[in-house]
């Protein structure tokens, strides 16, 4: 299961076919006339102007109906709204409780559609295969048809909504760094994608620096969240659309992927983490952490819940170290065992600073470490 034959292709390819895109336009948040993002914290689950709604609030309709005036910044009313966050930019610090079973991950306190994607009502902006090239850029309360190639530093991406019908939602080229996309919605048309029609990764950092991805509502992308170094957090990974890729083999489906030889740290906390794929149809992992370009190296796995894959979590295999993995809850909503075959595989145990701590089955029952394939 620990190929990945296509992955560094599909990238290949799709640097190919974007380089002759044309940018269609870059501007600045001054030139738009958009207030800053600090009108809105970025950590706040709401905005200024919204109260939280009661436990047992139904959760809202997405806010992507076009409002004159929209992409102005100013805050704009959801019908309910979300419950306070215990999250921050450092990451999500929501932690499952220490014991006993979870109904569900919404009832546990993890992302769902309620807490995750954009704040405020956005504007379309049709902008189609996009290259910004802008350092700084703040992108917000924006509807995209399209997709974003990021050529800048220190980008932001907020409360906003992506429909792509590319190899990708948002991509972080090498060499820039500082991305940032926050309470936004990624997601793709199925059978538009350039991939045999399918659509590969709704964020993809080629670069060797830290991206933070959090609050995000992300489905249909083949491999979702796509990176060796981030700070991946409170996201709500769902819905991945199984796919025969342009090699006519279906297409390996993660909800968060990362192929290792990474030089920073990488983070996936506190996020709901789905992948209903069947095995026949190419399901790899809600979390794959491959050795296909490296070892797995220097990753924190902490307080998430994970459903779905042939194994829900690929754990680095043969010489991964630094992998930590602690808190999570290993739900039983597609398979009886997580994954297809089981929750974990390819964990080393032996692995310099590797720790395995705190995670159990939805059902309370605590999963042990498993081994080496």
Known sequence: MLRRKGHLLRLLLAGIVLAGAFTVFVATRSSNGERSVADCPDTAMTCPGQSAPPDDAVPPTKPGTTVPGAGSGTPVPLPTVRPPTTGSTSG???QPPASGPCASAAACGFPDARTTGPRTAIAAHNTGAMTVKTDGMVIKGWNITGSLDVYANNVTIIDTKITSDNWWGINLRPGFSGLRVLHSEITAVPGKGPDNGGVDYAVSNMGESSVE?????ISVFGNALS??????????VHDIVPFRNLGGEWQHTDAVISGGGNKGQLIIRHNTLLNATSAEQGASASIGLF???GVVS????????????AYALYGGNKGATGIKVTNNVFSTQFHPKCGVYGPVTAWNAGGAGNVWSNNR???GVPVAAGSLV
Do not use: C, E, K, R
């Not at 991805?213 to 509502?217: F, K």
């Not at 060796?228 to 709500?236: F, I, K, P, R, S």
């Not at 220097?298 to 894959?309: F, L, M």
């Open 291 to 293: 050795a296909d370009t």
């Open 92 to 94: 999500g610090t929501g």
């Open 227 to 236: 990176m060796g170094q981030g700070n991946l957090h409170d996201n709500y």
């Open 213 to 217: 991805v959090g609050w995000n509502d």
């Open 298 to 309: 220097n990753t924190v796995v902490d307080g998430n819940w994970i459903a779905g894959g």
């Open 361 to 363: 089955m939805s059902t």
